[in-house]
């Protein structure tokens, strides 16, 4: 197996998390939870462990925690150098639906402690406006032992401020679409001011930043792939950042991001190309309100990352 060594990113709780993961979702071609999709998805795992890949991200509307659990399993690597994070899902933010499918999230993957456990969406306009009462729920599992560490995904400011004025819990994690179309300045303020760990999804944009000049000027300067370069500026600013691709060979690329380091003024280049909104590839936080279903597994405006 490849060994790296990729920086420790140490929360505001004291726990420490790889600055660089993988991304697990649609490892499969289908969201079915069938025998054969779990395996699919074991098989890409079983991959980027080889590849040398120790922190995985996932999330019960994933429907593949169980291919995730069975890639670390048969890997034979030692669970305490994994680094597992899952995401609730949307249909399950009551408070005892929290408990229950984290549970059940707990159970699929084999794993009786779980590193770090995110309220995938607020919809703030779904359970009468209320993810407050879900984030109680979600930090109780950290009090009780269960989870080390509680975060947030796809929070905005007024969010972010909403669960912390009211419970006086400070997410440690909040997982956003990041890219350098799409900047998220005003995000970063608000998370830098409470201590909150920005992590990127879709980092690399969906791949639609890739192709932008600025960036491939860069790459043939340093000889390296487009990914790599805009990996590299997300981990030079400090982020988190779970690029997910299904080709070992990219695999590789993704993960050996640590040698090289981007200048000052080629990290405001990158910045530079933020569209603001126009750059958003995945759906609104404000306004998402989609509940999967067994005819409905994944909606069409969620596109891969989120």
């Known amino acids: 197996m490849a060994t790296h060594t990729i920086p420790m990113v140490t929360l505001n709780n004291g726990v420490s998390i790889p600055q660089l993961g993988f991304g697990t979702m649609d490892l499969s071609d289908t969201r079915d939870n069938s025998a054969a999709s779990h395996e699919a998805t074991a098989k890409g795992v079983l991959a980027a462990i080889a590849a040398g890949y120790r922190h995985f991200d996932t999330a019960q509307m994933y429907a593949n925690e169980k291919g995730v659990g069975l890639g670390i399993a048969r890997s034979g690597v ?5 680094f597992l994070t899952s995401k609730l899902g949307n249909g399950n933010h009551r408070p ?3 408990r229950r499918s984290f549970e059940q999230s707990l159970a699929d993957l084999g ?3 779980m590193d770090l456990f995110l309220m995938h969406w607020p919809l703030p306009t779904l359970y009468d406006g209320d993810f407050v009462s879900t ?3 979600i930090v109780r599992l950290v009090d009780e032992g269960l989870l080390r560490a509680a975060g947030v995904s796809n929070f905005d400011p007024e969010h972010l401020r909403r669960i912390i004025d009211a419970t006086g819990r400070v997410p440690a994690v909040n997982q956003i679409e990041v890219h350098p179309h799409f900047g998220r300045r005003e995000v970063f303020e608000v998370c830098a001011g409470h201590g909150i760990a920005v992590e990127a999804w879709s980092p690399l944009g969906h791949a639609s930043v890739l192709g932008d000049p600025v960036i491939g000027e860069m790459a043939r300067r340093y000889n390296r792939s487009a990914a790599a370069i805009v990996l590299r500026w997300h981990i030079q600013q400090g982020r988190i950042v779970i690029p997910k691709t299904a ?4 695999m ?3 993960i050996s991001v640590f040698d090289f380091a981007l200048a000052p003024a080629e990290l405001a280049a ?16 404000a306004t998402f309100a989609w509940i999967p279903d067994k005819d409905n597994p994944q909606p069409r405006v969620l596109r891969a990352g989120s």
Do not use: C
Not at 78 to 82: A, M, V
Not at 275 to 283: D, K, L, Q, V, Y
């Open 78 to 82: 030692p669970r305490g150098e994994f």
């Open 96 to 98: 005892d639906d929290v």
């Open 111 to 113: 794993i009786e402690r």
């Open 270 to 285: 990158i910045d530079a190309l933020d569209r603001g909104e126009a750059g958003r590839r995945g759906p609104n936080p």
């Open 252 to 254: 590789a690329q993704n």
């Open 247 to 250: 080709t070992p060979a990219r």
């Open 135 to 137: 984030w109680r729920a």
